[in-house]
């Protein structure tokens, strides 16, 4: 155990010093998040002042509170994507799969890079939307942590989908990095309820752990009531599709190291 | 004892045969060639031993572990090195050494990391960027992170490919120290004739995914009749055949070399 920890520091070091070298990488991991909130912060207010205050204030909040929670779910699963490519960009990974590094010692750093991300990343957002719009995402109270952790997971899964993708269909596939998440976007009920969407899409976002995050959020923000049942299908949902997600990654790495992709996989 | 022991190896992309149920073994302490063209087979062969590649036939025992179900054990006690495989070209030299140092539990690492620098000339460049080095100073740290957990067995793909002579013989010098110093094993892939001439004891011969030929540099320059192993590598290639008139390409039946050798058929 001592050595996988080792192991999983040494390829986090990897990225570490990677971004302490690489200033146009650290500015990257904060950049679309602080873009994000300004864009909707002021569309936000923009919106404000066309409605009575009480209202506004609620949909203010659950538009601010939507935008900063999905960038969690959209860091995460770049975190892991991002840290896999930038292997696959430097052509080092024939190194780390002919050391002693086990997959999973190799998904956990990438995971634990996620988790950095993720605070580098959309901390400054949240900081921003304190200081421009005097949102305060944390007044949706201790249950934030577990939304958090339940999207955190979403885009750990979502991107195991993405380097199994990776992993079969080579640099082709890295484009996913960036877009697989956004796919979702439609089905997470990020803006608007799920009720919104017709009947066969209601079925698709329930079965997204996202959906139920949101309309969680909604249920603080609207009625102050923290909804459990909600919160239970997304802890739910996420063990389901992460199963799933370990299974495919799994099965695709074999398959990599039965078709040679492993030796050619960066064209 | 083998450092290597390969049975019935094979490899097959669909219908293409990459790698034709071959047998070799490999003493430890030998410094091996493997020799063939374009295609041959020598960097999937290679893939099989690391474990990047499951083959899909045959065994390969690496150190005492079977590679199919052992392969983590084998790879603590092995590296490898290849032009080819790049080291992260932002991080300097000794953040590579210091990552790899950590994928290889190398115990009192700072330490390790500064006798290897010595040895192979890098006390200046530690500080680079690896990306901002010559190929000469590439090669050297690309070996340093191949010894930075001493290995008993090291694999090298073409280790002297694009260098210069006096940096390509600045390499092989290094090597054939090391190895006597250390004892470790090398398996090593070349294009360079000479190369392993100077450093290999046993030669195994591939060509189209079979082994055609093995022994000494010395044994094969008697069998073929040449003066140089590039025209031992041309008679094969071209299917000019043996001295003694048997054709080249077919079963190898040649004796293996006295002492330190490398035994194979196909």
Redesign the interface.
Known sequence: MK?SA??I???M??HL??YR??WPRLVELAYWPVLQMLIWGFTATFIATRMSAGPAVTAGAMLLGGVLLWEVALRSQMGVAVSFL?ELW???L?????????PWEMVTAMLGMSVLRVLFGVLPAVLVAWLLYAYNLFALGPVLVLFFANLMLMGWWVALFVVALILRHGAGAESLAWTMLFALTPFSAVFYPVSVLPKAMQAIAYALPSAHVFEGMRGVLLHDTVRWDHLAAAFALNGVWMAIATLVFAGQF?AA????A??NIGE | MDAIRVNNLTKRYGSVLAVDGIDFTVPVGATVGLLGGNGAGKTTTIAMLLGLLIPSEGSIEVLGHAMARDRFAALARMNFSSPYVLLPQRLTVAQNLRIYGHLYNVPKLERRINELAEALDLTELLDRRTGQLSAGQKTRVGLAKALVNRPELLLLDEPTASLDPDSGDWVRSWLERYRAESGCTILLASHNMAEVERLCSDVLMLKTGRIVDRGSPQELLDRYGQEDLEEVFLDIARNRGLRDGRPAGGRAAGKPAAGKTAEATA
Do not use: I, K
Not at chain 1, 94 to 102: A, I, Q
Not at chain 1, 257 to 260: C, E, I, T
């Open positions: 050595h080792r192991r520091w040494g390829l070091y990897r010093v990677l070298n690489s930038e430097s052509r080092n024939g190194h780390v799969f002919v050391s002693p590094m086990r074999r190291r039965m078709s040679g492993l030796l």
